[in-house]
């Protein structure tokens, strides 16, 4: 039986999808030379035979669903769908500890205990305290959760910041517009959000305030709404600045703030806002604490023994 449908490439980038001066499109149309099958704008329209039509969108459901996953189609990525084992594909890695997939779908994991418990912590909290020393993971895990809930559409936007307080060196006049002179203080996140989304297109989001990366003080009279928040670096906040920041949450706001009690660069005399906000609200059950430790350093061994080393001779 003959007739036409329309499919919308509604989820995923058409650009994407269709390639570059319609590459991808035209070799989908290799295996259906049966099906008459045109686009416009993000649409296809398709027309032929109704179960082979049928059979056409489920795979085109898949090529989006893998799109969608990877930020990347290739030829051969479109092969190997097009097989009566592309489902499976698709779906190999559900139940897993991947979070996401990043550039050239690459596999983005919790790797550790702690970390495993940071990811299942924000699926049942809106606010979530990560703490632990560097090389456990906490940033880079926070970035991939905030990334994954703004492909599946649960938020609008994300929003990192952190407070803009020099690690004990003095790094005097720094040149450049006001960007400039705070993105230095913003790089980890930076560097967090390049191993996951393709540049250009994550350039697009900064652009276009889907990702807004700001210092702390940015925030202050916002409610950040339908937004993932992080707050990174959160040991050099002050009382007042934690006060300020945890109460920009919005209804729909899911929040995670990431620390290391060991290296606060604050003045001696001040307390850190971190400390005073885990000892006031350790008590409150929809607040997540996730405390990482040695076991989940994922950096170079020597890492792990640096640490140690240091927690010995604190006091020295």
């Known amino acids: 039986m003959q007739s036409a449908r329309k499919i919308l490439i509604d989820n995923a980038n058409p650009v994407d999808f269709f390639g570059v001066n319609n590459s991808n499109l035209k070799h989908i149309k290799t295996f259906y030379p049966k099906l008459k099958i045109t686009s416009r704008g993000n649409t296809l329209s398709i027309t032929g035979d109704n179960d082979l039509i049928d059979v056409f969108e489920r795979k085109i459901g898949l090529i989006l669903r893998h799109l969608n996953k990877y930020d990347t189609l290739s030829e051969n990525n479109i092969d190997n769908l097009m097989l009566d084992d592309g489902e499976t594909l698709v779906g190999s890695e559900k139940g897993t500890d991947v979070i996401l997939f990043g550039n050239g779908g690459s596999k983005i994991r919790a ?185 989940d350093v994922i950096r170079n061994k020597l890492v792990k023994k640096i640490i140690t080393a240091f927690d010995k001779n604190v006091d020295n």
Do not use: C, W
């Open 111 to 295: 790797r550790t205990v702690n970390q495993k418990k940071l990811v299942k912590a924000i699926s049942n909290h809106d606010m979530v305290f990560a703490v632990g020393p560097a090389g456990t993971g906490k940033t880079y895990t926070a970035v991939a959760l905030a990334v994954r809930a703004l492909k599946d559409k649960e938020v609008k936007r994300i929003v990192l910041t952190r407070p803009a307080v020099e690690a004990g060196e003095n790094l005097g006049f720094l040149p450049g517009d006001l960007k400039d002179k705070l993105d230095p203080y913003l790089m980890p996140l930076y560097d967090a959000l390049r191993e996951m989304i393709p540049a250009e297109k994550l350039a697009e989001m900064i652009q276009y305030g889907v990702i807004e990366i700001a210092p702390l003080a940015f925030m202050r009279g916002r409610t950040l709404d339908k937004a993932f928040v992080i707050l990174d670096e959160a040991q050099n906040t002050t009382k007042m600045q934690m006060k300020m920041f945890l109460t920009r949450m919005g209804v729909t706001a899911k929040f995670i703030i990431t620390g290391d009690m060991s290296q606060i660069d604050l003045p001696s005399r001040q307390k850190s806002g971190l400390a005073f906000a885990l000892d006031s609200l350790k008590d409150i059950k929809d607040i997540g604490i996730i405390r990482l430790g040695q076991n």
